[in-house]
């Protein structure tokens, strides 16, 4: 219960006009979210989804993909585990107006987490960014 508490301060700061860094996952609710387990991860986005701004996606896996809506556009929490342990995180940010600074906040942001390892693709859009722990 403790990290659902964590991970509903993670998204409360994205419902805002603009994305801006302050408004992206920071690097402690990131080592939140990579200490679940695959169980864990289900049971608090079945919680989540009782508030509004909350939803999952369907997808082919049994793992549930957590959809939070802003005022600006949307984002999709993606984990991936191995072994029940969490191995990747893909968020995939959505904008209704997108534009190149969007990304440039998001690389500038992302390249900040020393332990992690991320890279990024993008297409007309949306922004998708695949995040994993550096070894």
């Known amino acids: 219960m403790k990290k659902l508490l964590f991970i509903c301060l ?30 864990d991860w ?14 999952t996606v369907d997808n082919d896996s049994d793992t549930l993909y957590l959809k939070i809506i802003f005022n600006d556009g949307q984002i999709i929490i993606m984990p991936m585990f191995s072994n029940n342990i969490v191995e990747k995180i893909k968020f995939e940010y959505f904008f209704f107006d997108y534009n190149n600074e969007n990304l440039k906040i998001i690389n500038d942001h992302f390249s900040l987490f020393k332990n992690f390892c991320f890279e990024y693709f993008q297409n007309d859009k949306s922004i998708q960014v695949d995040i994993s722990k550096c070894y």
Request: glycine share 0%; proline share 0%.
């Open 10 to 39: 993670i998204f409360v700061s994205l419902n805002s006009n603009a994305i801006d860094s302050n408004k992206l996952i920071n690097l402690k609710d990131l080592n939140i979210l990579f200490d679940f387990k695959k169980n």
């Open 42 to 55: 289900n049971e608090n986005v079945l919680f989540l989804i009782k508030k509004n701004s909350f939803s």
